[in-house]
């Protein structure tokens, strides 16, 4: 393809618009790593009979000699098309295309999809508007090896091209859930046998005591812990929290006066992550069986939604791969 005005070129570019998404059931994933990804799930998909996942996929000759993986997998699908650069502009949403881009239909799935799999890690977006912070927490979603991600009503879109890209792929590894009602999204997954922890800066839960309760109950002997404890047994101990649901500077009040209820890390959990601006709404906090703050030891006034999130699924599963190993 050689035309950057051509009627093709024109149909791949609205991709980047919501309203075209959505009315197409498609989306664009765009550089290397994004669209090796794509392919590979694609390749996973036709093995095993299902529908594919790649519609489309237009790359430039340089790129294709460059990464003969890349070259192989997108030839398997029969839908490579050479583009010049030109046309590779014309069509990406980046101001510096990397040569390739393939165009997917959507693959969300339902959240009984999810529950229907046992899940023991879930990631919530609760009105998550960055497509930055978003890519990033389901990112490291798929890396803490959660077993799903879900997006709130007002989250993000993530099929949101800057949203895509900043997963770097972990959006074709991890099932994800769209325009979930908070409230109904807690009483199922509670149903489910999950719990529910809010990541919230003036939490009166420690995630640090979480994590030494948890080490500790591996040393004794007894049943599985499987949900949260409730024995108030770890008091007020954790530190204060800014207004966006991330930990904040030592010597700010954190819920004084409030019960504390312990729980247990190695459970089933999800995990709620708020907004940037606002964090989690009273609302939400409310849905939660326990209000957690990841404590802060510099002059940081607060962790960026992205970094708490991280911190937050790797402390549940280095606890729940800790008790599958001691169980």
Not at 282 to 305: H, K, T
Request: with cysteine; glycine share 10%.
């Amino acid at each position: 393809m050689t035309n950057p005005r051509a009627d093709r070129v024109r149909d791949v570019a609205k991709l980047a618009q919501r309203s075209a998404r959505t009315r197409r059931g498609l989306f664009l994933a765009e550089g290397p790593q994004a669209v090796r990804e794509a392919l590979r799930l694609d390749a996973r998909l036709a093995d095993d009979g299902a529908p594919r996942l790649v519609a489309e996929v237009y790359a430039s000759a340089a790129c294709l000699e460059r990464y003969p993986e890349l070259d192989a997998l997108a030839r398997a699908t029969g839908a490579l098309r050479t583009a010049t650069d030109d046309v590779l502009a014309a069509m990406a949403d980046t101001v510096s295309p990397q040569g390739i881009l393939a165009v997917c239909r959507q693959l969300d799935v339902t959240l009984a999809e999810v529950l229907s799999r046992g899940p023991r890690l879930v990631a919530v977006l609760c009105r998550v508007q960055d497509p930055g912070n978003a890519g990033t927490i389901l990112r490291a979603a798929d890396s803490a090896g959660a077993d799903a991600v879900v997006f709130t009503e007002g989250s993000v879109d993530p099929y949101n091209p800057k949203t895509v890209r900043s997963t770097a792929g972990s959006l074709f590894h991890v099932p994800f859930v769209i325009g979930a009602d908070p409230a109904e999204l807690a009483q199922q997954l509670r149903g489910a046998g999950v719990g529910v922890l809010a990541a919230d800066g003036y939490g009166p839960v420690d995630l640090d005591a979480l994590q030494d309760e948890s080490a500790a109950r591996r040393l004794t002997v007894g049943p599985p812990v499987v949900g949260p404890l409730g024995d108030g047994t770890l008091g007020d101990r954790a530190l204060g929290g800014g207004a966006n649901g991330e930990a904040a500077p030592e010597g700010r009040s954190s819920g004084e006066g409030e019960a504390a209820p312990s729980y247990a890390l190695e459970a089933p959990t999800a995990w709620l992550f708020g907004n940037e601006a606002q964090g989690l709404s009273d609302a939400e906090l409310a849905l939660a069986d326990a209000r957690v703050a990841v404590p802060l030891y510099g002059e940081a006034e607060s962790l960026n939604v992205g970094t708490a999130a991280t911190v937050c699924l790797y402390a549940s599963a280095r606890a729940q791969r800790r008790g599958q190993r001691t169980g």
